[in-house]
């Protein structure tokens, strides 16, 4: 494989982003307009009423971002020209033709002007009620591959899923697609279409019921769950991200398609600078839990691998795949990108990095006390987890239902507040139980080649470094993760 600069493949270049106030995207425009400030146009799609409302999203979700003090710092008063000269804040929805772009002289524009498409719009909940998820994640990705095949220049679609499309397998895992109607645990019958009329015939029949929003918005997240399991995914999310590839791969004609499947993203290593992060992530969770105090326990499996990645590794590679498979018509390649096999990360560590910082640099609380931790106990099975909410929650909420009748219902407030916890933490388990003690880890063949020929080939590996195996893990959670996130994540 031989490459050529990124740099002046981006130069000139009309790139449409769907998803543009997402996490990655935002990495994925900053340091597109920082490195090569010829860039020709960023499309960035959103969901917004009008322009108005898109551009103010936009400036207050990403520009206003400490993400963009690079460029702010570099163009002072100007950045504001620099940025609007460079993109079009676009207000649309992928769950509708066309985008769901209004402006039909601008939908013309795209098809004459776009060179590379990126589809990284997306909801990543776990939980999410299955309409939703089926009509972005599956459905929205096929109204993009019919948007990039009316576009005149493309020369690649990169569509970013997940690594965990892959379920609850064991061992290796490999960068292979997976073709339509393929199933997990072998059950047949799988259908994208079916699917979809599932879903809307049980939306139907619930409002035909006369159901509430909330019983409505609770029957389609269990439906999500249900339709997920029966082939073998244990949530909707990783299941209408792998019906989306299924789908691409089947209706993309000669369109150039790049599936990428990252892991777990998490703060940024080293671009724009160490340690932005956004929102709360899976791991993440644990630190803040621990950090304040509230964790107690720490569920997984302390021998099993847990796959991270920083942010902007997850964008370099994004950037030279687009690059590296341009013009390669009816092709479809897949990326791992992660690290479980070329740097792996036990699962414990991360609590133990954790456990040093919060030691050293405790949190303070709102009295303005600092919160003293100490070392949590692990809890290897879901057998020993089931004992531990049993002894610790479920025999006084026993006792307090008995109270609660004998006292005519004096405590029912503080008995349903804590039912409700009880019940809350237990529906996250289920969810993230598959996770907790994951078995398997993801080959990244492709990703290593491309990262060889990169080296090989001398293009830009310092302004786009995606080799994990540059990371000393020690120093990136004590020094930039966890920093990053009580920066920016504790609240």
Known sequence: MELTSVLKFLENRSILVTGATGFLAKIFVEKILRVQPNVKKLYLILRAQDNKAALQRFNNEAVAKDLFKLLREKHGA???TFISERTTIIPGDITFENLGVKDTNLVEEMWREVDVVVNL???????ERYDVSLGLNTFGAINVLNFAKKCSKLKVLLHVSTAYVSGEKRGLILETPYNLGETLNGTSGLDIYTEK???EETLKQLRLEGSSQESITSAMKELGLQRA???G?????????ALAEMILGDLKEDVPLVIFRPTIVTSTLQDPFPGWVEGIRTIDSLAVGYGKGKLTCFLGDPEAIIDVIPADMVVN????????HADQRGSQIIYHVGTSVSNPVKFTCPRDYAFRYFKEHPWIDKQGKPVIVG???VLSSMDSFRRYMALRYML???GLEILNTILCQFFQDKYSQLDRKIKFVMRLIDLYEPYLFFKGVYDDMNTEKLRRAAKESGIETDVFNFNPKSINWEDYFMNTHIPGVVKYVFK
Request: charged residues 20%; positive net charge.
């Open 197 to 199: 009329e599932v879903m």
């Open 375 to 377: 070392k949590v106990d």
């Open 229 to 231: 399991r029966k082939y």
């Open 317 to 324: 590679a994004m950037i030279v795949t687009m690059m590296a």
């Open 78 to 80: 100007n950045l504001n």
């Open 233 to 241: 995914w244990p949530n909707p999310y990783v299941f209408t991200k």
């Open 121 to 127: 719009a997306a909801t990543t909940n776990f939980d």
């Open 396 to 398: 006084p909420l026993k």
